[in-house]
């Protein structure tokens, strides 16, 4: 796919009314498709945007300035971004909660860690964010390249998130599913789906750059990128969480470990904890006029839910991207 040649920072300049010309007339030239929940999805940079994403992405861009201490939480949709959230707020803000008092007690990881293009450049092109405690958290879709150039160059950390491909497009198809449902738009079929997945126009996607983006980053840079997957978090949170903790310059000390902070911290944001929350099982996440309900936020949590949905042949094709697109630059998963 070629490069789109704009660049937010140059290319718009002026007024807010130029502004929202030039944005309206790079929208409309751009290759449009029509996507899932939201009708339409443009190719910007190379990844596939939700449309009417694309001017809170723009003036992320144009305006978004990093500071040293920021840590920006980076994944693809339905990859464990609700879950890194609550894990990576407790751990910074261990010293300001406890457990009895933590935020996350009464409001959804979502609100705690705000998302750059959904909810922060979502009604204002310049919020100010100057005003947020420090490290500021923030997350984000957006894949690595397409990055405000502040965040690239800062010192500011970035952790990704990352979830074996199965397991990935069988959550985002029940999640999208019941998103367009509670917003009385129509179903489509898992093959459907998995169709639109595997040739990359999932939202955000293609889903091979989305993480190859981010992986190389991360062995390039590794004190800049930290690169999680779902599946270690499965595995061993407490192991994880001492990683996340020394990246971010926050280790635990030895008194924290004795105490079992960690696995208070585990368990406070295990599924079943979050998913059980009066906030979480309530509730809406408005983004323009569409809703996410923040219980579709947490549905199984499993490794190997795919086991039970994809076809033979589906796996194979699967396979065969990752074995071509990831493989050889070292990126594996484990699927069960
Ligand atoms: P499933 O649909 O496979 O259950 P995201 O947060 O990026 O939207 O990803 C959602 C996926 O993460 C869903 O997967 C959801 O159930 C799972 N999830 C949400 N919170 C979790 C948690 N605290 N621990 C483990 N998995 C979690």
Not at 304 to 316: E, Y
Request: proline share 7%; net charge neutral; charged share 25%.
């Amino acid at each position: 796919m070629a490069h789109q040649q704009f660049s937010p920072q140059s290319a718009i300049v002026g007024s807010e009314e130029h502004d929202r010309e030039a944005i309206d007339e790079l929208i409309a030239s751009l290759p449009q498709r029509k996507g899932v929940v939201r009708p339409f999805q443009s190719l910007y940079q190379d990844f596939w945007c939700p449309t009417y994403l694309l001017p809170n992405v723009i003036a992320l861009q144009r305006h978004f300035q990093a500071k040293h201490k920021d840590i920006v939480l980076a994944s693809q949709p339905k990859s464990g971004t609700t879950w890194l959230k609550a894990l990576v707020f407790s751990v910074v803000n261990r010293s300001r909660f406890g457990i009895s008092n933590t935020p996350l007690l009464t409001s959804n990881p979502h609100d705690l860690v705000p998302g750059f293009e959904y909810q922060l450049y979502g009604s204002n092109p310049t919020p100010n964010l100057d005003s947020l405690a420090e490290p500021r958290l923030f997350a984000t879709h957006i894949p690595y390249p397409s990055l405000p150039e502040s965040v690239k160059q800062s010192d500011c950390r970035i952790i990704y998130i990352s979830r074996n491909p199965f397991d990935a497009v069988v959550s985002s198809w029940h999640f999208y599913l019941e998103t367009a449902q509670s917003n009385d738009q129509p179903k489509w079929s898992l093959e459907e789906h998995f169709e639109i997945y595997c040739q990359g126009k999932i939202s955000f996607g293609p889903f091979w750059d989305h993480m190859m983006g981010y992986w190389k980053e991360s062995l390039e840079r590794p004190h800049k990128v930290l690169f999680l997957k779902y599946e270690d978090l499965k595995e061993d949170i407490v192991g994880q969480l001492k990683k996340v903790a020394e990246f971010v310059g926050l280790p635990f000390t030895e008194e924290e470990e004795e105490g079992r902070m960690i696995e208070e911290i585990a368990k406070m944001c295990s599924l079943k904890t979050l998913k059980d929350l009066e906030v979480n099982k309530a509730g809406k996440i408005p983004v323009l006029n569409i809703k996410f309900e923040n219980r579709s936020f947490f549905r199984k949590g499993a490794v190997g839910d795919w086991v039970k949905h994809l076809t033979p042949s589906m796996v194979d094709r699967l396979n065969s991207i990752m074995q071509e697109k990831m493989s050889p630059f070292g990126l594996e998963f484990k699927t069960r």
